[in-house]
């Protein structure tokens, strides 16, 4: 069974530009999360989907970031315009639903420079 | 809102030994999992052991083992005869059983198993 795939692996931009990282759960799986991880630290809760419904995006800045899960399959996340301080690994995870143990991507390391 | 602390933010000992890593966490749920994850240089996390809170006895897979005390809400992870595979971060993790908003993560203890 494959895991959770996400792209790219590192990604290098300049402040102000923008930014989108791309998403695919393990099949079957409901639930998505993405996750922000600074360096040294456990990762943060960005948003959460259940299908294709964003059912906890509190701790998503919503000043420049977004995120969408079409079809509730694969989803996107997207940093319009980047700053320095978003310089961190974006992890993805999905779960058979709400609850049950979440399996994570290999993560995209973004540095903004 | 959870807390999660890993005390202990690295510990090295030689392969073939035992150790513990201690995570302490604080809620107000009576329901929940915990979890422990690896996560290598690679970067990618991996379950290690997961635990239901309303389970008295303690989680195992092959050499990994917690001792969880939910009154004192201690949640540590054992590893026996340690393999130099085992190097990478651990994070200790806590989910609600009801309505799960995601995983609360410690800051992890960076574990190195020496030669």
């Known amino acids: 069974e494959a895991g959770v795939v996400q792209s790219p692996r590192y990604k290098i931009i300049e402040k102000k530009q923008p930014v989108a990282f791309w998403c695919n759960p393990i099949?079957?799986?409901?639930?998505l999360y993405w996750y922000l991880q600074n360096l040294g630290q456990g990762p943060e809760l960005l948003i959460r989907y259940e299908n294709e419904e964003a059912v906890d995006d509190s701790q998503l800045p919503k000043d420049r970031f977004s995120a969408e899960r079409l079809k509730g399959v694969d989803s996107t996340l997207k940093i319009q315009p980047a700053e320095l301080g978003d310089s961190a690994v974006y992890l993805c995870?999905?779960?058979?639903?709400?609850?049950?143990?979440?399996?994570f991507g290999p993560g995209t390391r973004l540095t903004v420079l | 809102a959870q807390t999660v602390t890993q005390s202990q933010p690295e510990m090295s000992v030689q392969e073939a030994e035992t150790v513990t890593l201690s995570c302490t966490y604080d809620?107000?749920?009576?329901?929940?999992?915990l979890f422990w994850y690896k996560q290598p240089p690679s970067r990618q996390m991996i379950l290690v052991i997961r635990q239901e809170a309303y389970k008295q006895q303690n989680a195992t897979e092959n050499r990994f083992s917690v001792n969880f005390q939910k009154a004192a809400k201690s949640f540590s992870l054992k590893i026996s005869d340690s393999q130099l595979g085992d190097t990478a971060m651990y994070f200790c993790a806590f989910m609600k059983q009801k309505r799960a908003d995601g995983l609360t993560f410690g800051k992890g203890t960076h574990l190195i198993i020496q030669p």
């Open positions: 995870a999905s779960s058979l639903e709400t609850g049950n143990t979440q399996y």
């Open positions: 809620t107000s749920e009576n329901n929940y999992y």
């Open positions: 099949s079957g799986h409901n639930t």
